[in-house]
Structure formats: structure tokens, C-alpha cells
């Protein structure tokens, strides 16, 4: 079995030069872990689900049938706010008005 790192080092030079917090000598960068998965997640999505690839002419998603339709921002956003319901705010107290 003939072993490569062509794949991975093509994967890492996409990344970099689709997303500016990868190159190097810029200030766009996470300053927090938790940010830098999250953009991580981002762009996977993207790469993956939303973007039409000019080889397989569909998405690697729809290639390996995980999908059958090209996915929006919109999908994606529907799913996250599935997974994360916003929370319901309980009642405000109303202000007392002071008395002079």
C-alpha cells in the first residue's frame, strides 16, 4: 500500500488559503480555543455541504450520499438553532418609581 500525505497537505493549503486566521503574519487569528473550533466547524460545513466542487460537479456531501439537495447558509443555521433552542426569558420586574 503506497502511503501519501498529499491528501492531508492539500486539505491544510485549501484551509489556509480560504480562511485568513490560517496565514501567517495577519491579526485575524482566535484568541480564544473555543472561537478557532468554532470557525473550524464553519468551514467544514461549507467546504463539505455548500460548495459545489468543479471535479465531482456536486458537493462531497451529495458525492458520498450523505445528501441528496446543496445545502444554504440557511440550512445550516436551521440546524444550529435546532440543536440550541434560544432560552425563554422570565418576566422583568417593573421599576418602582421613587416618591419625593
Known sequence: MHVSTYYAERQN????MSMRRFTR???????K????????ALYFVYYNFIRMHKTLRVTPAMAASLTDKL????DVIALIDAANPPKKRGVYA???KKSN
Open 71 to 74: 445545502w444554504g447558509w440557511e
Open 33 to 40: 480555543f473555543d472561537n478557532h473550533c468554532h470557525a473550524l
Open 13 to 16: 493549503l485549501t484551509m489556509r
Open 25 to 31: 503574519l495577519t491579526n485575524a487569528f482566535s484568541k
Open 94 to 96: 417593573k421599576k418602582q
